[in-house]
């Protein structure tokens, strides 16, 4: 699907219906009692709108909600987020969904329901040091995304770019005070956060798949370092539900992602409540990222 028809249905539903909220769970198109939808709920104008959401989200994504005659057909229900590449010119992306940047970038494609083709480049099989794919991105390094003649890495700058690019202005919104927060958590991210959430990945969960004993040494060592992190942003959560203000933006997913298996990493959050509350309550809940859990892939058992 070619990701501005994702927008252009998100606009026509929210002509339909205004007062509806522009977010990642809002239905597509809910067609009441009392339409002139439901009126005729086999008629033309249903199937046309079937047909249309059928090429845009595939057709297993199309029907009536199960019991009712209330169709919703909404992002949320959208888990594939656009798994094939079925419209021309499609963005491609190469990743590794087990991985901390690449499930940064999938649950935020998710989260503004934008469409991309899916390049998966095995990450313990070391796919991403390959020469074609070093030609993409000269790190060795996952992700990237190829739109057209364009190459892009770094993860952050990725869901900017197809932010933009897509109007998702919901998550990345245009106010200037507003972006430079985002891009301040999304950077802090990525120079502080990830590296530090990394070594609790490394030594509790990695090493043990890989049947290696973890290294408490490394552990310790990290710990005062990651307290200061995790207690920068357990401060700035007291008072707020999102990390940018009322909504979720892509800050919240870059600051999520190192976290992402956190009790397999053994993260201690016991300490910060208010950022275990934003992870596990509220992150968690979100349908991008529960649509781009990875613990099943991982073969994890509850931790
Ligand atoms: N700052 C980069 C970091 C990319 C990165 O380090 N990706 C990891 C996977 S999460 C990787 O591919 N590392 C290469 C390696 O381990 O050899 C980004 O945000 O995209």
């Known amino acids: 699907m070619h990701p501005t028809t994702v927008q ?28 002139r939808w439901a009126q005729d709920p086999n008629g033309r104008q249903v199937h046309r709108v079937f047909a249309a959401l059928r090429k845009a989200f595939g057709a297993r994504r199309t029907g009536y909600a199960a019991g009712s005659m209330v169709p919703c057909i909404g992002l949320a229900e959208y888990s594939g987020c656009g798994s094939t590449n079925n419209g021309e010119g499609a963005m491609k992306l190469y990743y590794d969904p087990i991985t901390v940047n690449c499930r940064k970038v999938a649950a935020g494609f998710n989260l503004m329901g ?41 993860s952050n700058a990725i869901l900017q770019y197809v932010a933009d690019k897509n109007e998702a202005f919901t998550y990345y919104p245009r106010e200037p005070k507003v972006r430079a927060d985002i891009h301040r958590w999304q950077l802090w991210e990525s120079a502080h956060w990830f590296p530090s959430c990394y070594v609790y990945l490394v030594e509790n969960l990695v090493k043990p798949m890989l049947k290696a004993e973890p290294d408490h040494a490394v552990i310790d060592k990290e710990a005062p370092n990651w307290h200061k992190l995790a207690n920068i942003l357990d401060q700035r959560l007291a008072n707020q539900r999102w990390l940018c203000g009322d909504n979720v933006t ?19 959050l016991d300490t910060h409540r208010n950022l275990r509350r934003w992870m596990t309550e509220d992150i968690e809940e979100l349908p991008c990222w529960k649509a781009t859990d990875v613990t099943t892939v991982l073969g994890l058992k509850p931790a």
């Open 250 to 268: 892509l800050a919240d997913i870059a600051v999520a992602a190192p976290m992402h298996l956190h009790s397999y990493q053994k993260l201690p």
């Open 114 to 154: 934008v469409n991309f083709e899916r390049s998966h480049v095995d990450y313990f099989a070391g796919g991403h040091k390959a020469p074609e794919f070093l030609l993409i991105n000269p790190n060795a390094a996952l992700p990237a995304l190829v739109d057209g003649d364009f190459k892009l890495w770094e």
């Open 8 to 35: 252009a249905l998100r606009r026509y539903r929210r002509r339909r219906d205004p007062s509806v909220a522009d977010t990642d769970d809002m239905p597509l198109f809910i067609i009441t009692r009392g339409s």
